[in-house]
């Protein structure tokens, strides 16, 4: 398609259609192109385009107010939608802090736990464990926890880089997931880290219960989880739950966490959350933590949007959409048939190394040898081919350099509402895309 000039970058100068409308999982662009929202945008449209009831909430709002500044005025909005949070999130779990992106939450998060320390009389502490590969936001201070080179290498010189462990991929490392010494031998890489950087100094562990963009919908082995809880209450080490994609019912709880009994002292959550009808994200606090901030002076931190009344209350009107059309229910149950489906598509392509996700939120990762998981050519440049082949076809998935610079992994996350035939044509299309890219590279 032909562009006139404009004014508006973004990450490159590759040019896109122009939308035009959308509605459910599909999208429109002008020239009537229809495709099918395979990864919800960024994994963010988890409960659809143009929901009629979050519209209607919309505008009921902008009737009353659009904008009320936090620091002048509470806002219904904001408390209902703050007492909503509470009640689905793990207990203890009780305070609520709005923001307006998950960068914007992890950097919350993590400012929340030094003061909540510097309170404690803990000054010391100041380091935050992360994961390698992971993604945790594109501001300096999430930046640092992020691992994956290609974004973070160009910064480093601008920020202090975070100490991290490897994430707990047992498929890359020839481990049985589903044994608990699995989930045990990464976890405790932990505790190695807290020892070696000296527990004094740790402030906290960030982890993605289901991995995002950065693992490819990772799932943790048996027992990773509640051991990890395990070394953080042993040395004091606040533990974060990142649910900034996981998050918000696609895995089939509201919070993927949720899933291992093991909660965190604060999760941060964003994308499906706000489901892109409005810039939405939260951080939910322990009381205690909270409360131990506040006594000390306060929370010296804050966004000029934070609580937008607007914002929440389409946050409320998607969290009612998501219980009255059981979402969540189907995000188990037609992300068991895409599930089956991909690993199906893993029998027919060799390139096909492995198949992950909970719920609607699966991956599968390209590689040239399954045997050994050895990557296709990082010249073949296979993530951004798949994704524009399968975009030709009218199918946006989503893809990431699974190992670093190399390595190539696809998210197929579509809304969660989408049916069984759906299902089928997201299979259909990529089967097409599959064909085809194979083709092109060598690789039948």
């Known amino acids: 398609m032909d562009h006139e000039k404009n004014h508006l970058f973004y990450q490159s100068r590759q040019r896109r259609p122009r939308l035009k409308r959308s509605e459910g999982i599909y999208i429109w662009d002008v020239d009537g192109k229809r495709y099918l929202d395979g990864s919800s945008g960024a994994m963010v449209c988890n409960i659809g385009h143009s929901n009629p009831a979050v519209l209607e909430a919309m505008r009921r709002q902008m009737e009353i107010s659009t904008f009320g500044y936090r620091l002048h005025f509470e806002t219904e909005p904001g408390e209902l939608l703050a007492a909503k949070m509470a009640a689905l ?20 998060a993590i400012k929340l736990a030094r003061q909540y320390k510097l309170a404690r009389g803990e000054a010391q502490r100041w380091k935050v464990v992360s994961r390698y590969p992971a993604y945790h936001g594109c501001t300096l201070g999430a930046l640092a926890l992020t691992g994956y080179a290609p974004m973070t290498a160009p910064f480093d010189p601008m920020m202090r880089t975070m100490p991290k462990i490897p994430a707990p991929r047992a498929y890359l490392d020839g481990l049985d997931a589903d044994d608990p010494a699995t989930g045990h031998h990464y976890a405790d890489m932990l505790e190695e880290r807290i020892l070696a950087e000296g527990p004094e100094t740790v402030l906290a562990f960030i982890v993605e219960p289901v991995g995002g963009a950065s693992t490819g919908c990772l799932v943790p082995p048996v027992g990773y989880m509640a051991r990890i809880r395990e070394i953080c209450d042993r040395y004091g080490v606040v533990l974060i739950h990142d649910e900034v994609i996981s998050g918000g019912g696609r895995t089939g709880t509201f919070f993927a966490g949720d899933h291992w009994n093991a909660p965190p002292d604060i999760v941060v959550i964003s994308k499906g959350f706000g489901a892109g009808y409005m810039p939405l994200g ?104 798949l994704v524009e082949t399968a975009y030709e076809n009218g199918l946006i998935i989503y893809s990431r350099r699974s190992r670093g610079y190399s390595g190539d992994h696809f998210l197929v996350a579509p809304p969660m509402i989408t049916t069984e035939k759906q299902v089928d044509e997201i299979i259909d299309k990529l089967t097409l895309s599959l064909d085809q890219f194979s083709a092109a590279a060598g690789l039948e």
């Open 282 to 385: 939260a951080i939910i606090a322990h009381d205690d933590v909270v409360e131990t901030v506040l006594d000390d002076g306060g929370f010296i931190h804050g966004f000029t949007y934070a609580g937008n009344p607007l914002a929440c209350a389409a946050g409320i009107a998607v969290l009612e959409e998501i219980e009255r059309q059981g979402m969540m229910e189907n995000s188990v149950v037609q992300g068991t048939r895409l599930r089956a489906r991909l690993e199906t598509l893993m029998q027919l392509y060799p390139i096909i190394g492995d198949v992950r996700g909970m719920g609607l939120l699966q991956a599968f990762e390209l590689v040239s040898d399954r045997t050994t998981m050895e990557p296709l050519p990082k010249e073949l440049n296979a993530t951004d081919r």
């Open 89 to 108: 999130a793990p207990e203890g779990l009780e305070r609520v802090f709005f923001v307006s992106g998950g960068s914007e939450a992890v950097e919350s």
